[in-house]
Protein backbone atom coordinates (compact mmCIF):
# COMPACT_ATOMS: atom_id res chain seq x y z
CA UNK A 1 0.00 0.00 0.00
CA UNK A 2 2.95 2.49 1.26
CA UNK A 3 4.73 1.62 -2.06
CA UNK A 4 1.57 2.32 -4.24
CA UNK A 5 1.03 5.52 -2.40
CA UNK A 6 4.98 6.95 -3.42
CA UNK A 7 4.54 5.69 -6.75
CA UNK A 8 1.15 7.77 -7.55
CA UNK A 9 2.85 10.93 -5.45
CA UNK A 10 6.38 10.25 -7.89
CA UNK A 11 3.59 9.83 -11.06
CA UNK A 12 1.97 13.44 -9.95
CA UNK A 13 5.54 14.97 -9.69
CA UNK A 14 6.65 13.81 -12.99
CA UNK A 15 3.41 14.80 -14.64
CA UNK A 16 3.44 18.76 -12.55
CA UNK A 17 6.90 19.03 -13.91
CA UNK A 18 7.29 17.65 -17.24
CA UNK A 19 3.87 19.81 -18.01
CA UNK A 20 5.59 22.95 -18.95
CA UNK A 21 8.58 21.71 -20.92
CA UNK A 22 9.18 23.36 -24.07
CA UNK A 23 8.86 21.90 -27.63
CA UNK A 24 11.70 20.31 -28.81
CA UNK A 25 14.86 22.32 -30.55
CA UNK A 26 14.03 20.10 -34.22
CA UNK A 27 11.09 19.86 -36.01
CA UNK A 28 9.77 16.43 -37.19
CA UNK A 29 11.28 15.23 -40.82
CA UNK A 30 7.76 15.08 -42.03
CA UNK A 31 7.02 18.27 -40.35
CA UNK A 32 4.51 19.81 -42.89
CA UNK A 33 5.60 22.84 -45.48
CA UNK A 34 3.53 25.97 -44.99
CA UNK A 35 1.37 26.58 -47.46
CA UNK A 36 2.73 29.78 -48.47
CA UNK A 37 5.78 28.93 -48.72
CA UNK A 38 5.02 27.90 -52.42
CA UNK A 39 4.66 32.21 -53.33
CA UNK A 40 8.76 32.59 -51.57
CA UNK A 41 11.64 31.76 -53.86
CA UNK A 42 15.19 31.14 -52.25
CA UNK A 43 17.75 31.77 -54.40
CA UNK A 44 21.77 32.88 -54.96
CA UNK A 45 22.47 30.81 -51.67
CA UNK A 46 26.35 30.76 -50.29
CA UNK A 47 27.98 28.50 -47.55
CA UNK A 48 30.87 30.61 -45.25
CA UNK A 49 32.43 29.92 -41.97
CA UNK A 50 34.58 32.00 -39.71
CA UNK A 51 35.89 31.49 -36.51
CA UNK A 52 34.85 33.06 -33.47
CA UNK A 53 36.96 34.63 -30.29
CA UNK A 54 36.29 31.11 -28.44
CA UNK A 55 38.13 29.56 -31.14
CA UNK A 56 34.97 27.68 -32.24
CA UNK A 57 33.74 27.44 -36.13
CA UNK A 58 30.75 28.89 -36.91
CA UNK A 59 28.80 28.21 -40.37
CA UNK A 60 26.87 30.68 -42.49
CA UNK A 61 24.05 30.01 -45.38
CA UNK A 62 23.53 33.54 -47.06
CA UNK A 63 20.99 33.73 -49.45
CA UNK A 64 18.27 36.36 -51.21
CA UNK A 65 14.15 35.20 -50.50
CA UNK A 66 11.95 36.89 -53.22
CA UNK A 67 7.87 36.87 -52.09
CA UNK A 68 6.25 36.40 -55.46
CA UNK A 69 2.63 35.97 -53.01
CA UNK A 70 0.35 38.12 -52.64
CA UNK A 71 0.83 38.99 -48.63
CA UNK A 72 3.26 40.63 -46.78
CA UNK A 73 5.92 38.63 -45.24
CA UNK A 74 6.70 39.22 -41.58
CA UNK A 75 8.44 36.01 -40.30
CA UNK A 76 9.76 32.97 -41.90
CA UNK A 77 10.75 29.72 -40.11
CA UNK A 78 12.99 26.98 -41.68
CA UNK A 79 14.65 23.14 -41.06
CA UNK A 80 17.36 22.85 -42.24
CA UNK A 81 18.71 19.40 -42.47
CA UNK A 82 22.83 18.62 -43.02
CA UNK A 83 23.38 15.29 -44.65
CA UNK A 84 26.23 12.65 -43.81
CA UNK A 85 27.73 10.38 -46.22
CA UNK A 86 25.02 7.84 -46.95
CA UNK A 87 22.21 10.81 -47.07
CA UNK A 88 21.21 10.27 -44.13
CA UNK A 89 20.42 13.23 -41.45
CA UNK A 90 23.23 14.27 -39.26
CA UNK A 91 21.90 17.60 -37.94
CA UNK A 92 18.23 18.70 -38.20
CA UNK A 93 18.12 22.40 -37.17
CA UNK A 94 15.01 24.49 -37.41
CA UNK A 95 15.69 29.03 -37.05
CA UNK A 96 14.29 31.84 -38.25
CA UNK A 97 15.50 33.80 -40.94
CA UNK A 98 17.33 36.58 -40.67
CA UNK A 99 17.36 39.73 -43.35
CA UNK A 100 20.78 41.35 -43.72
CA UNK A 101 20.73 45.17 -42.45
CA UNK A 102 24.32 45.67 -43.57
CA UNK A 103 27.54 44.54 -44.70
CA UNK A 104 29.97 47.22 -43.87
CA UNK A 105 32.07 46.91 -41.84
CA UNK A 106 30.64 43.42 -41.04
CA UNK A 107 27.07 41.62 -41.82
CA UNK A 108 24.31 42.76 -39.47
CA UNK A 109 21.04 40.83 -38.86
CA UNK A 110 17.61 41.64 -38.12
CA UNK A 111 14.58 39.68 -37.77
CA UNK A 112 12.12 39.48 -40.27
CA UNK A 113 9.04 41.09 -38.32
CA UNK A 114 11.27 44.85 -38.56
CA UNK A 115 11.94 44.95 -42.60
CA UNK A 116 9.09 42.63 -43.91
CA UNK A 117 9.02 41.68 -47.48
CA UNK A 118 6.13 43.28 -49.43
CA UNK A 119 4.72 41.44 -52.64
CA UNK A 120 6.99 40.90 -55.39
CA UNK A 121 9.86 42.05 -53.15
CA UNK A 122 13.23 40.34 -51.72
CA UNK A 123 15.96 40.42 -49.27
CA UNK A 124 18.97 39.18 -47.84
CA UNK A 125 18.89 36.47 -45.38
CA UNK A 126 21.83 34.52 -43.47
CA UNK A 127 21.56 31.89 -41.06
CA UNK A 128 23.59 30.94 -38.40
CA UNK A 129 24.84 27.98 -36.91
CA UNK A 130 27.31 27.83 -34.42
CA UNK A 131 27.93 24.26 -34.38
CA UNK A 132 27.75 21.98 -37.04
CA UNK A 133 27.52 18.03 -36.95
CA UNK A 134 30.96 16.25 -37.25
CA UNK A 135 29.20 13.40 -39.62
CA UNK A 136 27.38 16.71 -41.66
CA UNK A 137 28.98 15.54 -45.65
CA UNK A 138 30.16 19.21 -46.51
CA UNK A 139 27.05 19.42 -49.26
CA UNK A 140 24.48 22.50 -48.78
CA UNK A 141 21.76 21.66 -46.84
CA UNK A 142 18.59 20.80 -46.85
CA UNK A 143 16.45 23.93 -46.58
CA UNK A 144 12.47 24.18 -45.98
CA UNK A 145 10.14 26.91 -45.19
CA UNK A 146 7.95 25.45 -42.70
CA UNK A 147 6.42 28.43 -41.33
CA UNK A 148 5.01 31.83 -42.70
CA UNK A 149 4.04 34.73 -41.08
CA UNK A 150 1.99 37.23 -43.10
CA UNK A 151 0.28 40.62 -42.82
Known amino acids: MATAVVLAVAAGLVLIFSH ?7 TPLNAAVDPYAKSLEMSRQEM ?18 ANLGNRTVSGITVQVLFHNAVHEVAQNETL ?24 DAGADFRLVFDTVSQDWDGAYPE ?4 HVETK
Open 20 to 26: GKSEPSF
Open 48 to 65: SESANLAGSKVTYIDGHI
Open 96 to 119: PIKIIRTREPYVDVEALAVAPIKP
Open 143 to 146: IRII
